[in-house]
């Protein structure tokens, strides 16, 4: 059966169930419309639909959008009622248990918004040294949130690339060291990469810092959400009974983060603990339900986290070309953005490259190529300082042999909008590895890039994480940057065997990069026509969405972008 017919007899299933289980008081496809298109804001993480809004990806089969599908809502009692499955508030339709959850999350940080921290001093810095010279590089808007350290338990920052969060973390940490010298301090984001490199950017920032915390600021350990919430197969193991020994929490990449993710911080967090959440309004939603991150930048909740809220607009790290074009997606709808492209001018820091979809371009396999001789000449050398019928990292060479094996990996990032069809994941693949692909990792040949898909606390892999297939003489390892408590950047061999489940990552999805930046980065944006059911498709035909997967693609690039588009996309 194909993936489009399966979709959608899963969505014939799923509304033949529900009028089972919920028969409407009057049948209708304008209900069927409502059904499909929640279930598609869902598929890319979202819970609510705007029915002021029009949905040109959807052929819907009621006529008369929204006001006809609204009356046969209405009529249907699939709202109004105490246990209706749907829920439409402020022209925001939902289902309902969605609705509650955002809810519930949304009062419980309100509740934590409403204390006022311990430290019980003027926001001012009179609790610092006068040598901390990291003062003289913030603005209004970064000395607004520093400053908020000494009044509230809750702390919302937002802002795109460049906007200097990283510097205004620090100086958070500096006041809250300066206010409180024994605090117990976490660093945290949701995936494995996300938060090695906010770790990463962090201690680089304290390289030129002159202040007599550099040094507790360079121990507080950075682990990701799952690590400190203890997961495993049943749950979280940090909750409301058995909570994180912590006065203050950073979590990075907010955008990533989900209705579980956040349910579990805030259960495992004293109510009266600090809570700094940091993220990118205009990045992905999480692959997992609920977009909290971008409920909270909504007017309608402005309000009520006014206090706390504060938006970086200032560009503090700048990427020239390529951060401006970032806000030319930003700001300009999808033709024109493509139109822009066409007259771009060649430079060393951006690309545009046209070709057919049928086939991966040249200059894609190119730079696999390129990347594999580099690797496979530094995993000989790794080979070189230990046994290469055991290998194992017991030698300082051997460490920083691997550590630059890992970094070379990291510099180059191959993204695809979807995992299925022309310019994908598995188009790359097949493409690469042939035949070998199907097989498996145990056909996998010595420098593939790999992908770990689940988390496992045992082996402290976190989901995303990259690695890279080595060969000794009788047995396959993988190499890997893992962290726990007390220990972060570490390299580790690890038998394939353990891993619950991999695949080849010579190219990652869009999505699976947030947190994460290259050096060079190169984005296969193919043609998407448009399907009656857009869960069909991975590229969802909805333009915001489209958008967002287009900035979070520019935003990984720290030097060099390639954008490849397929040739029926130019304008």
Same mark, same amino acid.
């Given at each position: 059966m194909?993936?489009?017919?399966?979709?959608?007899?899963?969505?014939?299933t799923?509304?033949?169930?529900?009028?089972?289980?919920?028969?409407?008081?009057?049948?209708s496809?304008?209900?069927?419309?409502?059904?499909?298109?929640?279930?598609?804001?869902?598929?890319?993480?979202?819970?609510?639909?705007?029915?002021?809004?029009?949905?040109?990806?959807?052929?819907?089969k009621?006529?008369?959008?929204?006001?006809?599908?609204?009356?046969?809502?209405?009529?249907?009692?699939?709202?109004?009622?105490?246990?209706?499955?749907?829920?439409?508030?402020?022209?925001?339709?939902s289902?309902?248990?969605?609705?509650?959850?955002?809810?519930?999350?949304?009062?419980?940080?309100?509740?934590?918004a409403?204390?006022?921290?311990?430290?019980?001093?003027?926001?001012?810095?009179?609790?610092?040294?006068?040598? /901390?010279?990291?003062?003289?590089?913030?603005?209004?808007?970064?000395?607004?949130?520093?400053?908020?350290?000494?009044?509230?338990?809750?702390?919302?920052?937002?802002?795109?690339?460049?906007?200097?969060?990283?510097?205004?973390?620090?100086?958070?940490?500096?006041?809250?060291?300066?206010?409180?010298?024994?605090?117990?301090?976490?660093?945290?984001?949701?995936?494995?990469?996300?938060?090695?490199?906010? /770790?990463?950017?962090?201690?680089?920032?304290?390289?030129?810092?002159?202040?007599?915390?550099?040094?507790?600021?360079?121990?507080?350990?950075?682990?990701?959400?799952?690590?400190?919430?203890?997961a495993?197969?049943?749950?979280?193991?940090?909750?409301?009974?058995?909570?994180?020994?912590?006065?203050?929490?950073v979590?990075?990449?907010?955008?990533?983060?989900?209705?579980?993710?956040?349910?579990?911080?805030?259960?495992?967090?004293?109510?009266?603990?600090?809570?700094?959440?940091?993220?990118?309004?205009?990045?992905?939603?999480?692959?997992?339900?609920?977009?909290?991150?971008? /409920?909270?930048?909504?007017?309608?909740?402005?309000?009520?986290?006014?206090?706390?809220?504060?938006?970086?607009?200032?560009?503090?790290?700048?990427?020239?070309?390529?951060?401006?074009?970032?806000?030319?997606?930003?700001?300009?709808?999808?033709?024109?953005?493509?139109?822009?492209?066409?007259?771009?001018?060649?430079?060393?820091?951006?690309?545009?490259?046209?070709?057919?979809?049928?086939v991966?371009?040249n200059?894609v396999?190119?730079?696999?190529?390129?990347?594999?001789?580099?690797?496979?000449?530094l995993?000989?050398?790794?080979?070189?300082?230990?046994?290469?019928?055991?290998?194992?990292?017991?030698?300082?060479?051997?460490?920083?042999?691997?550590?630059?094996?890992?970094?070379?990996?990291?510099?180059?990032?191959i993204?695809?909008?979807?995992?299925?069809?022309?310019?994908?994941?598995?188009?790359?693949?097949?493409?690469?590895?042939?035949?070998?692909?199907?097989?498996?990792v145990?056909?996998?040949?010595e420098?593939?890039?790999?992908?770990?898909?689940?988390?496992?606390?045992?082996?402290?892999?976190?989901n995303?994480?990259?690695?890279?297939?080595?060969?000794?003489?009788?047995?396959?390892?993988l190499?890997?940057?893992?962290?726990?408590?007390?220990?972060?950047?570490?390299?580790?061999l690890?038998?394939?065997?353990?891993?619950?489940?991999?695949?080849?990552?010579?190219?990652?999805?869009?999505?699976?990069?947030?947190?994460?930046?290259?050096?060079?980065?190169?984005?296969?944006?193919?043609?998407?026509?448009?399907?009656?059911?857009?869960?069909?498709?991975?590229?969802?035909?909805? /333009?915001?969405?489209?958008?967002?997967?287009?900035?979070t693609?520019?935003?990984?690039?720290?030097?060099?972008?390639?954008?490849?588009?397929?040739?029926?996309?130019?304008?």
């Open positions: 194909r993936k489009s017919e399966s979709n959608q007899k899963l969505i014939d799923l509304i033949q169930t529900l009028k089972r289980s919920i028969p409407p008081k009057k049948e496809n304008h209900l069927n419309d409502l059904v499909i298109l929640l279930m598609d804001a869902l598929s890319k993480g979202e819970v609510y639909i705007d029915i002021n809004k029009t949905y040109s990806h959807l052929k819907m009621g006529k008369g959008w929204p006001k006809m599908h609204l009356k046969a809502l209405q009529a249907s009692g699939w709202i109004g009622e105490e246990n209706s499955p749907m829920i439409l508030k402020n022209d925001q339709l289902w309902r248990r969605w609705h509650e959850e955002m809810t519930y999350i949304l009062n419980l940080l309100s509740e934590k409403l204390f006022r921290t311990k430290y019980n001093l003027s926001n001012n810095f009179n609790g610092i040294d006068n040598h /901390e010279n990291i003062l003289l590089r913030l603005n209004s808007q970064q000395m607004l949130a520093v400053n908020a350290v000494a009044n509230h338990n809750l702390i919302l920052i937002s802002g795109g690339p460049g906007t200097g969060k990283t510097t205004t973390i620090v100086s958070m940490l500096v006041k809250a060291f300066s206010l409180k010298n024994n605090l117990k301090v976490g660093l945290s984001a949701p995936t494995g990469k996300a938060s090695r490199r906010l /770790e990463e950017t962090l201690k680089s920032s304290l390289a030129d810092l002159n202040s007599k915390y550099k040094h507790k600021l360079s121990k507080i350990p950075c682990l990701t959400i799952h690590s400190w919430l203890q495993n197969d049943e749950g979280f193991i940090k909750g409301k009974e058995n909570q994180l020994k912590l006065d203050l929490l979590v990075d990449e907010m955008s990533m983060v989900d209705f579980s993710l956040m349910e579990g911080l805030l259960n495992a967090l004293h109510p009266k603990s600090q809570l700094i959440l940091v993220g990118d309004p205009d990045q992905l939603p999480p692959i997992g339900i609920g977009p909290i991150w971008n /409920e909270l930048q909504k007017t309608n909740h402005a309000s009520k986290f006014k206090h706390c809220s504060i938006h970086l607009s200032e560009t503090y790290r700048t990427k020239g070309e390529i951060a401006s074009l970032s806000e030319m997606v930003k700001s300009n709808e999808l033709h024109t953005f493509f139109e822009e492209l066409e007259s771009l001018k060649p430079s060393e820091k951006i690309t545009v490259l046209y070709s057919k979809k049928e991966i371009p200059q396999i190119e730079a696999i190529k390129n990347q594999q001789e580099k690797l496979k000449y995993i000989n050398s790794l080979k070189s300082f230990t046994n290469p019928e055991h290998i194992v990292l017991d030698s300082t060479k051997a460490t920083n042999a691997a550590e630059e094996i890992l970094n070379c990996l990291e510099r180059l990032i993204l695809c909008p979807k995992r299925y069809g022309f310019w994908s994941l598995n188009h790359i693949h097949k493409t690469v590895l042939g035949d070998e692909f199907e097989v498996g145990s056909k996998w040949p420098g593939t890039p790999v992908i770990c898909c689940s988390n496992q606390s045992n082996i402290k892999l976190a995303g994480d990259i690695g890279i297939i080595i060969q000794g003489s009788n047995c396959k390892y190499l890997f940057r893992v962290n726990s408590v007390g220990e972060s950047g570490n390299c580790q690890i038998n394939p065997v353990r891993v619950k489940a991999i695949e080849p990552a010579f190219s990652i999805t869009i999505h699976k990069s947030q947190g994460s930046e290259a050096e060079h980065v190169m984005c296969l944006w193919p043609e998407q026509s448009i399907k009656q059911f857009p869960m069909e498709a991975e590229i969802s035909e909805d /333009e915001s969405y489209k958008k967002k997967l287009i900035y693609a520019i935003t990984r690039a720290k030097v060099k972008l390639d954008l490849v588009i397929s040739i029926e996309n130019q304008i």
